[in-house]
C-alpha cells in the first residue's frame, strides 16, 4: 500500500555551495512512498485528494528529508569507539588492530554488523560506507546484515600486508584474490557496492597497491576508499615509505588508484599538487570533523576545498569519530568551519550529509535527495526533541533557524521516524 508521509519536507533543488544557500530548497508538506520509491511531493491537501487510498503518517511540524549518508566509516571500530588518548598511529595499535583481530570470528563480525546498523539507523543514516577488515567474513557479515535491512551500503575487505600485527596481514595475491571474489559476490546484488579498500599506504606495500589498483582498473564502476594525509606524523612517514613518490598521493596515483570513484578519507593536509589532482579528476574527499578533533588531527578547510573545485562528503568515521550521529558531524563541521573562516550554512550542512555524501558514493540518482523515483530512504527529524532545543527552535523566524538547534544540540533524540527503501525501520 502507498504512504503518505505529512510533516516539513526538505526537497533540495540545487547545490547551496553554488547558490544562495536560501535559495537551495524548497518546502512541501507531504511526501508519498510507493513501491519503495518516492512518487510524490505536494501540499498535504493536495496530496490526500489525489491519493485517497493512501495510509497517512501525519508527523506535524517534524523535518523530512533524504536518510542520511556516512560516506566514511569502519564498522569493526564500534566495540572501541571513544577510546581515550592516542593519535593516530599509537590509537591503531592499541585499540584498533586488537578489536579487528576479533573479526575473523564471523559470529562476532555479524554480531558487531547488526550493532552497527542499528546505531546508524537509531540517528537516521539509511546509508554507509564501511571499511571491513582483512577477514572476507567480516565483509559478508555487513553486507548479510545490510540486505537483511534493505539497506545501500558500501564495503570492502581493508587491505595491509606490512606495519601492522601478525593475524591482521595479507599479501598482495591474497587482497587481489579475496577482494575479486567478494566483489564478484556483491557488487551490484540488491543495493551492495563494493568497494576496493587498501587501508592506507602506510599498511600496503607498493606491489600490494598495484594488485588492487590492477583490480579497479578490471570493474572500473566499483568505489576505492582509502585514507590520505590525515596526520602530519601520517603524512612524515609515509615520505619514508616511499621515497621516490612526489607525495602521499602519487603513493595511490602511482599505482593506478586515483579515481573519479575513489573515495579519501580526511585529505587534510594537502599540497597543492595533490589538490590540483584530486580536483582534475573529480575524486570525492571525506570530511570527518568529528575524527579529525577527536584524535587531533587537524582542521579540514571546507571554504578552501569547495572554492577550489573539490567534491566533498561528510562522514563519522566511527570509531575515531566519537559519535554515530550525522547531526553531531554537521554540527562538528560548522565548528572547524568557523575556526578556518568559512562557517557552513544550515542548508549547506544538510546537503553535505546527504545529497553531496551520496554524491560521492556516486548514488545520487538512487539516494539522497527527494527527486521522484528516488528510493525513498527518508530520516524525519523532530525539531523540538529535547528542551533546549525546542525553546530556540520556537523563536526561529524560518526553516533553516529552526532546524540550526537540532544541528547543532541534536542526537538520536530528534530521530521521529526513520524508511528504508520504503519502509519505516524506526
Known sequence: MAELVLGCVLDFVADPFEVPPDAA????????????????????????RAHPEAAVTDLGSALILPGFVDAHMHYPQTGMIASWGKRLIDWLETYTFPEEMKFGDAAYARQQADLTLGLALANGTTTLA????????????????????????????????????DGLRDDPRSAYDDSARLLRRWHGRGRALYAITPRFSPTSSPEQLAALGALWAEYPDCLMQTHLSEQVDEVAWVRDLYPDARDYLDTYEA?????????????????????????????????????????????????????????????TDTGGGSSFSMLRVMAAAYEIGQLTGTPLHPAQLLWLATTGSARLLHCEDRIGTMGIGTVADLVALDLGATPAIAQRSARAQDIWEAVFPTVMMGDDRATAGVWVEGRRAI
Not at 524548497?26 to 496530496?47: K, N, P, Q
Not at 572476507?136 to 600485527?165: H, I, W, Y
Not at 587537524?298 to 562528503?313: K, S, Y
Open 255 to 315: 599505482q593506478g588508484l586515483l579515481g573519479a570513484r575513489g573515495l579519501y578519507g580526511h585529505a587534510i593536509h594537502l599540497d597543492p599538487r595533490e589538490r590540483d589532482r584530486l580536483r582534475e579528476v573529480g575524486a570525492g574527499l571525506v570530511h570527518c570533523p568529528t575524527s579529525n578533533t577527536f584524535i587531533g588531527s587537524g582542521l579540514f578547510d571546507m571554504g578552501a576545498r569547495i572554492a577550489e573545485g573539490q567534491r566533498v562528503g561528510l562522514a
Open 130 to 165: 564501511s571499511f571491513c577488515t582483512i577477514h572476507p567474513q567480516s565483509v559478508d557479515a555487513l553486507f548479510e546484515a545490510a540486505e537483511a535491512r534493505g539497506m545501500a551500503v558500501v564495503a570492502g575487505k581493508t587491505c595491509m600486508d606490512r606495519n601492522a600485527p
Open 25 to 48: 530548497a524548497r518546502l512541501h508538506g507531504g511526501v508519498l512512498i510507493e513501491g519503495g520509491r518516492i512518487a510524490a511531493l505536494g501540499a498535504a491537501a493536495d496530496l490526500r
